[in-house]
């Protein structure tokens, strides 16, 4: 029996007015262009991609910080889109966000204690005592000590800061976190505590995450499954070996050329992408096409659709299927 996903995107859309442009015009930035995806119980789901690719907007739709302009969202079988009032604010309990920068995403006038608290008093937990002892077992969880629970933000170090964020986010017990760049302000010494902190929750916990990042050696490394994205669109997704080792899309393989190695018997040709500003913005086609190496005449007029290549890999490629064979 398949095991049902805990979230389901589909179609979703999103677009931002744009301006006045130098002619006098108006428009809209498409930033998401009908996404779908879905991710299971226990399972960390890697949404990388540049700067721009719609990858965090993508997460505040699902956590409904931005209102999506068209698609649907369901969290455990229900539209997520729909709820309002005390519906919404319970089921919003069952998702948890931590986000890119720890200096500016705790408030700087608040303690630690009263920070991991929040989220409990808002959701109506009613005794003080019971409140003050989930805020230090959550510290303790995340590697934070107890005695930590009077100092304010400045106090501690970036590490500590993103710890405490985690602990927030755990607050309401929920069934998906949604971490947008959680490491990517850290120091790597510290960005691997951090990573090895939500691996310890997902393996205790069975926590379900959107784990969003730009850095496909970090994602590699925690992610059960990977989407990559460009301008707003899935070009490609697989299990997180599958596409690591055999990536399909010149997309995902000038992404993964760039990705340094400390092995120096390894060797991977290096794929690099075009700087084609004729073509930028066009809206026609494959939307990778005036950046692509391998790029053809169809590539310009068509937009491929996002087809399983492989079992269980999709990618959004006319060329796709010859180099799978």
């Known amino acids: ?5 805990i979230l389901s995107v589909r179609e979703l859309r999103k677009s931002f007015p744009a301006g006045r442009g130098w002619a006098g015009g ?13 991710l299971h119980p226990g399972e960390v789901l890697g949404i990388v991609g540049e700067s721009g690719s719609g990858k965090t907007t993508l997460g505040r739709c699902v956590l409904r910080l931005v209102k999506p302009s068209a698609g649907r969202v369901e969290l455990h079988g229900s539209d997520f889109l729909a709820l309002r009032g005390k519906r919404l604010r319970n089921r919003r309990g069952r998702l948890g966000v931590v986000f890119q920068d720890p200096y500016s995403s705790l408030n700087p006038r608040m303690h630690i204690g009263s920070i991991v608290a929040e989220p409990l008093r808002a959701s109506g937990r009613p ?3 019971a409140v003050s002892e989930k805020v230090i077992g959550l510290l303790e969880r995340v590697g934070i000590e107890p005695r930590y629970v009077n100092r304010y933000p400045h106090e501690l170090s970036g590490g500590q800061r993103q710890r405490v964020a985690i602990a927030r986010a755990l607050a309401t017990d929920p069934d998906i976190l949604v971490a947008d760049e959680p490491v990517s302000a850290l120091d790597v010494s510290v960005q691997a505590q951090v990573l090895n902190l939500l691996l310890d929750l997902k393996r205790e916990g069975g926590l379900a995450m959107l784990f969003i990042s730009h850095d496909l050696a970090v994602v590699e490394r925690i992610a059960d499954r990977i989407l990559v994205m460009y301008a707003g669109r899935v070009v490609e997704s697989a299990a997180t070996d599958r596409l690591i080792s055999q990536p399909l899309h010149p997309y995902t393989q000038a992404l993964l050329s760039a990705v340094p190695n400390v092995d120096p018997t390894f060797h991977r040709e290096r794929v690099r992408l075009r700087d084609d500003l004729a073509t930028a913005g066009h809206r026609v086609g ?25 079992p269980g890999h ?7 299927d010859a180099r799978a064979d």
């Open 1 to 5: 029996m398949a095991i049902q996903p």
């Open 26 to 38: 108006t428009g809209e930035l498409e930033a998401l262009a009908g996404v779908e995806l879905d």
């Open 127 to 129: 005794s003080r005592g």
């Open 286 to 310: 494959c939307p990778v096409a005036g950046r692509c190496p391998v790029a053809q005449d169809v590539c310009l007029v068509k937009e491929p659709p996002l087809e399983e290549t492989r």
């Open 314 to 320: 999709w990618t959004a490629c006319h060329l796709a």
